[in-house]
């Protein structure tokens, strides 16, 4: 197995609903990354697991909040999201520099 | 701060037109440079990792090479389903993937 997989492919939520994006591999990766992508932009990072534990968050705002259950899951729950927030929301994982492979990511539209 | 460019921002081909794409960084002890492809709406799909200068890395029609400010990646002979965003990104002293803004190619048949 080399996929990443995301869930839901897409989601559409009000200002004022909590709902979570999930990610799983099953690689045998050790750190795990969320990003998130505006059209025609880059990735951005927001956060990276390393070992289970969060080791960098990029000054992300307190209504995303990360959660890595076990190695090979890990979530993003949103909560009070504002209409900026929409975007294509990025799982990825690598093993030191190998093997660094997205999702195919969480269409977000916050409505 | 480590820094990626890349150019042409966007470029159009002629299916059968061979070209390069170039990706300029700047970064404090480079640990790798990756070449992405992404379609729209999708993530980006891993295409090849360089970690030193004179590197080279061929898959289907594209080739990547790396020196110690530039990577390339020639598209040989290409065709319609080429046409995508292509992104490199960087590992070096921040310790975490730094990606320029893409090269939107299109190949026309």
């Known amino acids: 197995d080399t996929e990443v997989t995301q869930t839901p492919k897409h989601l559409v939520m009000g200002m004022t609903n909590k709902k979570s994006l999930k990610c799983e591999q099953h690689?045998?990766?050790?750190?795990m990354y969320w990003y998130k992508q505006k059209a025609k932009k880059p990735p951005e990072l927001m956060f990276v697991?390393?070992?289970?534990?969060?080791?960098i968050n990029e000054s992300v705002p307190s209504r995303f909040s990360p959660e890595c259950p076990n190695s090979s899951l890990l979530n993003l729950h949103l909560h009070a999201l504002q209409p900026e927030d929409s975007a294509l929301y990025l799982c990825?994982?690598?093993?030191?520099?190998?093997?660094?492979?997205f999702g195919s990511g969480t269409r977000l539209t916050v409505v | 701060e480590d820094q990626v460019t890349q150019s042409p921002e966007a470029l159009r081909l002629q299916e059968g037109e061979s070209s390069s794409l170039n990706c300029s960084y700047t970064?404090?002890?480079?640990?790798?440079l990756f070449w992405y492809r992404q379609d729209p709406g999708k993530g980006p799909e891993f295409l090849f990792t360089?970690?030193?200068a004179g590197e080279e890395k061929e898959k289907e029609r594209l080739k990547a090479t790396l020196t110690k400010k530039e990577s390339f990646l020639h598209i040989t002979a290409p065709k319609p389903e080429d046409s995508a965003t292509y992104l490199c990104?960087?590992?070096?002293?921040?310790?975490?993937?730094?990606f320029g803004k893409g090269t939107k190619l299109t190949v026309n048949p």
């Open positions: 990825a994982s690598s093993q030191d520099l190998t093997g660094y492979t």
């Open positions: 690689m045998g990766h050790r750190a």
């Open positions: 697991y390393s070992y289970e534990k969060l080791s």
């Open positions: 970064v404090s002890g480079l640990r790798g």
């Open positions: 360089l970690y030193s």
């Open positions: 990104a960087v590992w070096g002293g921040s310790e975490k993937l730094v």
